[in-house]
């Protein structure tokens, strides 16, 4: 059971440059998300999909794009990657709603530098 | 701003000891609470969820609640060298959507 599948684990840009993170869940859960983790600064949630076909903005938006692409894939994009956005990014799913959709399983992470 | 405030540690304890984890947030409104346990270089891992005031256990684990005084703790017992890691402790409120707000974690490290 793979869980929570995220591509790729690792990844060097210049600013200016783009990518995507891609993230895949096999649990058929409804809600997916994307967190940053920054030293210091703990997890903060970029955007989530509460359902396939919506995305709503979390707490860190500035600079990224997301795509809900159906029930299990969850799409990150930098558009034009800056040094600001060197992280940890997570991506994660949970089953439940209402209070106990912070039940989240997390992927094993994406570790970008922007240089 | 919702806040959710963890002491970054290191928490040092011997083996066999009781682990303390402590927890405190902001938000009167929050309704759902989460420890996640998170290794070095790894993801988070659920390991607690407490939605009502008072004690929930779980094997070694014990979730303490206390909504008066807005505060959230962990207990670990018979604490063992494989529980050194960071616990994240995670808020949620109804007026965020029950979106999470997670503290900055604390380290604990179990000494042999």
């Known amino acids: 059971n793979a869980g929570v599948t995220q591509t790729p684990k690792f990844q060097v840009l210049k600013t200016g440059q783009s990518m995507t993170l891609q993230c895949a869940q096999d649990m058929n859960h409804n809600s997916m998300y994307w967190y940053r983790q920054d030293p210091g600064m703990g997890l903060r949630l970029i955007y989530y999909?509460?359902?396939?076909?919506?995305?709503d903005k979390g707490e860190v938006p500035n600079g990224y794009n997301v795509s809900r692409l159906n029930k299990r894939e969850f799409s990150l994009r930098l558009e034009s990657a800056a040094p600001s956005q060197t992280s940890v990014y997570f991506c994660?799913?949970?089953?439940?709603?209402?209070?106990?959709?912070?039940?989240?399983?997390f992927g094993e992470g994406s570790r970008l530098t922007v240089l | 701003q919702k806040e959710v405030e963890q002491n970054s540690g290191p928490l040092s304890v011997p083996e066999g000891a009781i682990a303390s984890l402590n927890c405190t947030y902001s938000?009167?409104?929050?309704?759902?609470f989460f420890w996640y346990r998170q290794y070095s270089g790894k993801s988070p891992e659920l390991i607690m969820f407490i939605y009502s005031n008072g004690d929930k256990e779980d094997g070694r684990f014990t979730a303490q609640l206390n909504k008066a005084s807005q505060y959230v703790s962990l207990l670990i017992r018979d604490s063992q060298p494989s529980d050194s890691a960071t616990y994240l402790c995670?808020?949620?409120?109804?007026?965020?959507?029950?979106?999470?707000?997670f503290g900055t974690g604390t380290r604990l490290a179990v000494r042999p």
């Open positions: 999909s509460a359902s396939e076909g919506t995305t």
């Open positions: 994660a799913s949970s089953a439940a709603s209402g209070r106990a959709s912070g039940e989240l399983f």
């Open positions: 938000d009167r409104g929050s309704q759902s």
């Open positions: 995670a808020v949620g409120a109804r007026s965020s959507g029950d979106k999470l707000t």
